[in-house]
């Protein structure tokens, strides 16, 4: 395959967690060299939700290792800012601690930034906890993409996030409960907008089965839909104990990111060839259009 993929959702890889307080500069540039070898071009290291102060250190981290490592520089576009200003109901925080999710607010959110020394690309919020869209405006004004994600955002809220520069549906079909109402439910408003919001999916075929991912991609369109792995530590490894920031993941001979108590996934083990695959396989789309979910689409997002 001659194009190379790229992933805007990457929590870690190869045994390295970006979200571990003691990450090292070793471990990143390992991590670096393994999606290099699995022919990644690019990524956005996902941190997700914490204490501000302890994303900021993860963040820190990584922007110090970064600077001294041409192969970080090269695959590590940015970050992807997942939380913490989320829905905090059962189901749509999915594994983010609820104790640390609150309403979105500028302060914060500049904090981030300025942590961040301009890598902050992505960050995804929940438009019903932003206020008058405040943070969505900023950011977008700033030229960054603004996601929703682990959202029950209504249509109007929806609506007036893209109003306010809203861009990107952050991988639709999960961050929502196992049970929603038939007919008005996230995932039915997402893909009504599917002309205004590019729909992130997870195409591991577990967190989005078949039929419904093949679904997702037919009702909003090749070119508005982009493939993430939601990739942890456990990507490119085999079965074992992995972590994703403070919680213990266990990935079974099926290769399903759990909690210890099987509640609830916590991300995923595949890689981007995988999803390639699946998308062909399981899916049934063309080489074409499963390249473009893979490479074309993200790169075009990114702008790399």
């Known amino acids: 395959m001659n194009k190379k993929f790229v992933d805007l959702q990457v929590n870690g890889y190869g045994g390295t967690d970006f979200n571990r307080p003691n990450l090292t500069a070793t471990q990143l540039h390992t991590a670096c060299e393994l999606l290099d070898r699995d022919n990644v071009d690019a990524v956005l290291a996902t941190i997700i939700t914490d204490s501000i102060d ?63 020394e301009g890598l902050v690309r992505l960050v995804t919020l929940s438009p019903e906890r932003d206020e008058g869209f405040k943070v969505t405006s900023m950011l977008a004004g700033k030229g960054l993409l603004v996601a929703a994600g682990h959202t029950d955002a209504s249509l109007d809220q929806l609506k007036g996030a893209c109003d306010a520069g809203l861009r990107v549906f952050t991988h639709l079909g999960n961050g929502c409960p196992m049970e929603l109402h038939r007919h008005d439910n996230i995932i039915q408003r997402g893909l009504s907008l599917a002309g205004r919001l590019k729909c992130g999916l997870i195409a591991d075929c577990v967190h989005v089965p078949m039929p419904a991912i093949a679904n997702y991609i037919q009702l909003a369109g090749i070119d508005n839909c982009f493939v993430v792995t939601d990739g ?48 062909q396989n399981l899916v049934g789309l063309s080489r074409e259009d499963a390249t473009k979910l893979v490479c074309d689409n993200p790169a075009a997002i990114l702008g790399v």
Not at 57 to 72: N, T, W
Not at 246 to 254: A, I, L, P, Q, R
């Open 232 to 279: 942890t530590s456990a990507s490119g490894m085999g079965p074992g104990n992995y972590s994703l920031g403070e919680w213990d993941v266990v990935v079974g001979e099926d290769l399903v990111c759990m909690a210890p108590d099987k509640s609830h996934l916590l991300g995923s083990a595949v890689t981007m060839q995988r999803c390639l695959e699946n998308l």
């Open 54 to 116: 302890r994303m900021c250190e993860r963040i820190r981290l990584i922007v110090r290792y970064r600077q001294f490592d041409p192969l970080a520089q090269r695959i590590i576009k940015g970050f992807h800012i997942e939380g913490p200003f989320i829905n905090e109901n059962r189901g749509f925080r999915g594994a983010h601690p609820v104790e640390q999710i609150h309403p979105a607010n500028t302060d914060e959110m500049n904090r981030i930034l300025d942590t961040g």
